[in-house]
Nanobody, 111 residues
Framework: QVRLVESGGGLVQPGGYLRLSCAAS????????MGWYREGLGKERELVAT???????NYADSVKGQFTVSRDNVKNMVYLEMNSLNPEDKAVYYC?????WGPGTQVTVSA
């Protein structure tokens, strides 16, 4: 059974940094494209970044140059490093593979 669990969210000041982690279990992650999505209050869930098995990345225009996605296939982990956070980045961040989602981790950016 596929299980994804996000962690690393929290409250950070504008301009701050957070590193989100996604622990994947119940399957071998290596062949799959992994994704990060976010859902702001009253907004639709949107793509943040994806990372293929060949380490090819795709980022939403709004986070290019600001966020970096990476993976560790040995540990079955996916990461999202977020720099220069601003209030518009406030959202629940979700890890995704195929039709499976984690419960999400809240990121709040506020002074």
């Amino acid at each position: 059974q596929v299980r994804l669990v996000e962690s690393g969210g929290g409250l950070v000041q504008p301009g701050g940094y957070l590193r989100l982690s996604c622990a994947a279990s119940g399957f071998i992650m290596r062949p799959y494209t992994m994704g990060w999505y976010r859902e702001g209050l009253g907004k639709e869930r949107e793509l943040v970044a994806t990372l293929t098995s060949a380490k090819s990345t795709n980022y939403a225009d709004s986070v290019k140059g600001q966020f970096t996605v990476s993976r560790d296939n040995v540990k079955n982990m996916v990461y999202l490093e977020m720099n220069s956070l601003n209030p518009e980045d406030k959202a629940v961040y979700y890890c995704n593979i195929s039709a499976s989602w984690g419960p999400g981790t809240q990121v709040t950016v506020s002074a």
